[in-house]
């Protein structure tokens, strides 16, 4: 079979503090943080969402964040949710199963029955993409093919962001900086998985916009993949 080629534009969004930490410290939720962002920065996160087909996040976050990934401080449509995890694990009264947005839950074929057929009961799309694993470049590919996703934002978690830099889906980058230092070693940072081996494998940027919002600098870069 064909490698999938079909994918949506993908741009990545993330609040990150001055040392590059998404969260407090590990195990925290994000919304902590997001506690600080001027209001001029979450009136441009909810425009973004608005502006987007849809948006992914990992299962991890809604674990930890129990996000609602709506449009809620802007007049416009809340995007379709995507959220992959492989075995279905997602709490039944997560609030991205909620009747707020339509949800796609991506799980593999290992997911057991018992948690798919508890979250389809909730009236929440599930699809299968991969064998043991999500695997990301089909799930754009039926996220295109299946469900006419043109454009979509993804909002973390590290491990999520990390796979999908890893096999080249992501387009854009835009970062709302928070004037702060988290430290910790172990404190997830914008990026997770594995560290590369080489110089070669740098995924490299262009910078191609930064302006302040509100007390925020927020930066844009296009991602450019050899
Ligand atoms: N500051 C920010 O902008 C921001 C935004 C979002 C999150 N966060 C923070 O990030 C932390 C969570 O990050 P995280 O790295 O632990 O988790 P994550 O990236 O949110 O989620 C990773 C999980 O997604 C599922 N998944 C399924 N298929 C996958 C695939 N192909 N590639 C990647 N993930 C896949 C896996 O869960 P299964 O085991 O269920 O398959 C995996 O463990 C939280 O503390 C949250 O607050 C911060």
New binding site residues.
């Given amino acids: 079979m064909a490698a999938p080629t079909a994918r949506p534009h993908v741009l990545m969004?993330?609040?990150?503090t001055a040392d590059g930490?998404?969260?407090l410290k590990?195990?925290?939720?994000?919304?902590?943080?997001?506690k600080y962002m001027a209001h001029e920065t979450e009136i441009l996160l909810h425009e973004t969402r608005a502006a987007y087909d849809a948006i992914m996040?990992?299962?991890?976050?809604?674990?930890?964040?129990n996000?609602f990934l709506t449009v809620r401080l802007v007049p416009g449509k809340s995007p379709l949710r995507v959220?992959?995890?492989?075995?279905?694990?997602?709490p039944p009264d997560a609030n991205v199963l909620g009747p707020d947005a339509p949800t796609v839950i991506?799980?593999?074929e290992k997911a057991p029955a018992d948690r798919v057929a508890a979250i389809r009961a909730k009236g929440v799309s599930v699809v299968v993409a991969?064998k043991e694993?999500?695997?990301?470049p089909l799930?754009m590919q039926i996220l295109t093919e299946q469900f006419g996703v043109k454009k979509l934002m993804i909002?973390?978690?590290?491990?999520?962001?990390?796979?999908?830099l890893h096999?080249k889906l992501v387009d854009e980058i835009r970062l709302?900086h928070l004037p702060f230092i988290v430290g910790g070693s172990d404190t997830?940072s914008?990026v997770?998985g594995m560290h590369i081996n080489s110089e070669d494998e740098m995924i490299r940027l262009n910078l191609k916009k930064y302006y302040m919002c509100g007390t925020n600098l927020v930066s844009e870069f296009d991602v450019l993949y050899t």
């Fill in positions: 969004m993330s609040e990150i930490k998404l969260t590990n195990g925290a939720s994000s919304k902590i943080l997001m996040v990992g299962a991890n976050t809604i674990r930890i964040d996000s959220i992959p995890t492989s075995m279905a694990d997602i991506a799980i593999s991969g694993h999500v695997d990301l799930l909002e973390g978690g590290p491990t999520l962001n990390w796979h999908m096999n709302i997830p914008l997770g």
